[in-house]
């Protein structure tokens, strides 16, 4: 079992829909979750972390963590084709090292 | 401006040779990371510095080095050893060497090519 999981896609929605990432995470002591997007050629850039279960909200970004159920989601509301890219979920385990999926590609299309 | 930089943003190597990537960060962050990925994978681990003049191997050490002997900088030499060493080249630094929830922001990436 991968530490990480997403599903590699590609995910894809129409413009002005609502996008649903998932990932799951092997180890129950993992602390903190991040969501990354990178675009092709590009380096990760930070769009959104989150510590405590619940949802977290940040413009049209919402990241949803369920620690019993050890998943992480990031729904990205009114999606456009600049939302288009891969998104890696990060999860830091105990030993304090980010563990990386291996990303979900969205596309959005118009 | 701050931030991370690396450089170049193409680098190839001959069979043998060992070649070192740059990074650079002037965001006064304790900790720096080098991260390998290829196509289909996620990041993987090479090496990090927690703070100058140490450093720990991640999970895929074996073919790399590295030295921290400032703040500032952290190269990666790629040696002879890495048999398979074509891949983006991704450096990372955070703020605080310690605590879970220590964020990372990543630097342009280096893109690693045999020749």
């Known amino acids: 079992q991968k530490e990480v999981e997403q599903n590699s896609g590609p995910l894809s929605v129409p413009e002005g829909a609502i996008a649903s990432l998932n990932c799951t995470y092997s180890?129950?002591?993992?602390?903190?979750f991040f969501w990354y997007r990178q675009y092709s050629g590009k380096s990760p850039e930070l769009i959104m972390s989150?510590?405590?279960?619940g949802d977290k909200e940040d413009g049209r970004f919402t990241a949803q963590l369920n620690k019993a159920s050890q998943y992480v989601s990031l729904l990205i509301r009114d999606s456009q084709p600049s939302d288009s890219a891969t998104y890696l979920c990060?999860?830091?385990?105990?030993?304090?090292?980010?563990?990386f999926g291996t990303g979900t590609r969205l596309q959005v299309f118009p | 401006d701050g931030g991370i930089t690396q450089s170049p943003k193409y680098l190839f190597r001959k069979e043998g040779q060992n070649v070192t990537l740059s990074c650079e960060q002037n965001?006064?962050?304790?900790?720096m990371y080098w991260y390998r990925q290829d196509p289909g994978q996620g990041l993987r681990l090479i090496y990090y510095?927690?703070?100058?003049?140490?450093?720990q191997k991640g999970d895929i050490a074996e073919g790399y080095s590295v030295s921290r002997e400032k703040k500032e900088s952290f190269p990666l030499t790629v040696t002879s050893a890495q048999k398979n060493p074509t891949a983006f080249y991704l450096c990372?630094?955070?703020?605080?060497?310690?605590?879970?929830?220590?964020?990372?922001?990543f630097g342009p990436g280096t893109r690693l090519l045999v020749l």
């Open positions: 990372a630094s955070s703020m605080l060497p310690q605590g879970p929830q220590e964020t990372q922001y």
């Open positions: 180890d129950r002591g993992s602390q903190s």
């Open positions: 989150i510590y405590s279960n």
């Open positions: 990060a999860v830091n385990r105990v030993t304090d090292k980010l563990i």
């Open positions: 965001l006064n962050h304790d900790a």
């Open positions: 510095s927690q703070i100058v003049n140490d450093f």
